[in-house]
Every structure is written in structure tokens, then in C-alpha cells.
């Protein structure tokens, strides 16, 4: 913490001061990832509370998410795959992680419980492939011999749209399955056998495995909790099979570059170390190179200004990991490169603490500002 507290002193050291008697009035709205929709609605939250403004967010998945922030439809957009490059010079965006999360297979299998359900990734990729069609099927049964499995088919669930999700359940499953790597490459929208059932956004997800006997699918943890799902345990890298949690995604988190040297670029899949989740990820924020409506994009980048200096404890609340302190200042140096329609640095105020925008300690902190030091892309 002592480092982050220092970084930030450095970084924000030029930052203009919002009159403490003076509320804003900017009603901010993003669109994107529906994993990353419980830590956004609950940072809109505090951050009304905590300020007067309102912060819409619609959960219409990854693909949408760029689409909306690409016309300009929105304050921000959401997904969870990190724009390489040549991507955000293509699209004019710029792209920072906001918080660590993890992906489950889930099922519903009347008598089986949470967590019971043993499965590798050799043979998740063969069950969403189509090549293992039978809960009772041989492949299976080994990895779960006291299990009540049933004699019946399995009916897969998969999501119909631009999904970050299905980006990041794709990757994993293309380091472990040389069968799936043939097949897909990861992609936020995939091409299923046609009798998948194919629903929209992660909450579609998690109703429809909750109405579906027999299914399994893959959901963003937050869901798994809020719609009390059953996860299966899932062999990782270390050969452990492991079930998903917080401390597990916080274990393959530090295990990957993002901890060792700040930069976020690499997918958080299939990371080594004790205890790690094989399907970890990040989700990211993306934000204009040149902003078409400063007042709105301004407006964005105050609220995740308070978000990384007050959401700590809201990241842990949503079932999220925090960003290691490096990256998070990394995020901050991003957000210094928008400019306006003249080419000026966006000035990204802070919130006076008797608003009740600052933690202690953070009087401080809110009168820096960002360095403009280029960021590890």
C-alpha cells in the first residue's frame, strides 16, 4: 500500500481541485462486459452517494461494449479482453484494467452438489466441442467415481454474443486442448454445433442453467454466487484440481506478468503456482484517444479516479481481486493520454473529502496528479 500511496502522490500531483460547494451534474453511462457488471453497479452506487452524480451501466456484453464506445454512445465502454496495439491505434481507444475475476463451468445436476463435479480441461473441451455428449460418458465417470452421474444427455449452454467470457474460456481451453486450438481460435463469438443453446449475457447464462436439467455452460464468478449456481472443480496447471474462488484467482494473478512487471496485455489463463484458477481474467475500462465530448469522457474519468482511490473494499465485496499496486498505477498513466478535440491532456478532477469522496489519509493524494509517463502497453 505504501508503494501505491507514493505512486499516486507522484502521479497526481497537477490535478485541479472541484469547488467543495459545487455538485456536479453529469450523468455518466457505460455499456460493455456483463462479468464485470456487479463491481460497476456497485462503484455507481458508493460513488452517487458520495457525489450526486449518476452512473448508468448496461451489461450487453464485450463485442457491444467497443461498438458503443467506438460511435461515441456512451461515457465508456466495458470489456474483458485488453485491446492489443495495433487494435487501440486501429480504433482510436484506450484500454485499462480495472479488476481481476474468474470464469466457472457450471452445471445442473440434481444429484450432484457444488464442487463435486471433477473435470479436466482435456475433457471440458471435448464436452463443448460436442465429442462428449453423455453425463455418464467414460471420460467423465474416471474423474468422478463416486459421483452419481446420470445416464442422460448433456445439454450444453453457450453464449450467443460478443462475449469477453467466451474470449477467455477459449484461450484457456486452447493451451490445454490441442483439439480445441484446431478448432477456435479465441474469440469473443464462436461458431457451436447447432444444438447448443446459444443465450445472451451472463445473467441469460445463469437462468438458463438454473431452468435447464442436465446443463453445464460457463459464467463469470460473480454469477455463480448471486444466482447460487454449482461450480466444478477444475484440474489447473499444477495438476490440482481446484474450485472457484477469490483467493484462487488472486493466486493465478500473482503468478503472471501483471504482478512481476505491471503490464496487463497477457490473458490470465492456465497460470502456474499452488492453488491458481485455471480461467482467471481481467476486465478492462475503455476510454476515447480523443474525446468528441470532453465534458462526458471527463466526466468517466473522475469516476474511476474515485473508484481506484476509495473501491478497494467494493472490488473485495463484488467477489473481485484488486489490481497489484503497479498496475493500477499503470491504469492511471493510461487514462492521462486522452485528449481533447485540440489536442490538450483531459484534466481529471478530484472530489473534496468533505463530500465524503476520500478515505483517510487521502487529502493528499487528491490534490496530485498523473504522471504523463507512457504506460506498458
Known sequence: ?????????????????????????????????????????NWASAYERATG????????????????????????????????????????LLTFPVAIT????VYNLPQVGDGQLRLT????????????????????AALNPDVPLPDAAIRVIVRADGSGTTYNFSDYLGKVSPAWKAVHAPRTHLNWPQHFIGVQRSSG?????????????????????????????????QGEFVYPSVEAFRLALMHSSWASSGTYTETLTQMPGKGAWPITMGTFILLPKVARDP?????????????????????QQSHFVRLPNRVQAAAFKTMTL??????RPMEIMTLPCDWGGCPAGAEARRQATFSTATPPM
Request: aromatic share 8%; charged share 15%.
Open 1 to 41: 500500500m505504501r508503494l501505491l500511496l507514493t505512486t499516486l502522490a507522484a502521479l497526481l500531483s497537477t490535478l485541479c481541485h472541484v469547488q467543495a460547494q459545487t455538485r456536479p451534474a453529469q450523468h455518466i453511462v457505460g455499456a460493455g462486459s456483463s462479468a464485470a457488471a456487479p463491481i460497476y453497479r
Open 53 to 92: 452524480v449518476v452512473v448508468a451501466y448496461e451489461a450487453v456484453g464485450s463485442s457491444r461494449g467497443i461498438q458503443e464506445i467506438r460511435r461515441d454512445a456512451v461515457s465508456f465502454g466495458a470489456s474483458d479482453v485488453a485491446l492489443s496495439a495495433q487494435e487501440s491505434e486501429e480504433l482510436g
Open 102 to 105: 474468474g470464469i466457472a463451468p
Open 121 to 140: 480441461g482435456d475433457v471440458l473441451s471435448r464436452i463443448f466441442l460436442g465429442e462428449i455428449t453423455r453425463w455418464n460418458a467414460p471420460e467423465i
Open 205 to 237: 447464462v445463469a437462468q438458463a442453467v438454473r431452468q435447464t436439467p442436465y446443463a453445464i455452460a460457463y459464467v463469470d464468478h460473480g454469477y455463480v454466487r448471486e444466482h447460487g449456481l454449482k461450480a466444478a472443480m477444475l484440474q489447473n496447471a
Open 295 to 315: 465534458q462526458r469522457t471527463q466526466a468517466a474519468m473522475r469516476f474511476f479516479t474515485w473508484a481506484f482511490l476509495n473501491g478497494d473494499m467494493l472490488v
Open 338 to 343: 486522452v485528449r481533447d478535440n485540440a489536442g
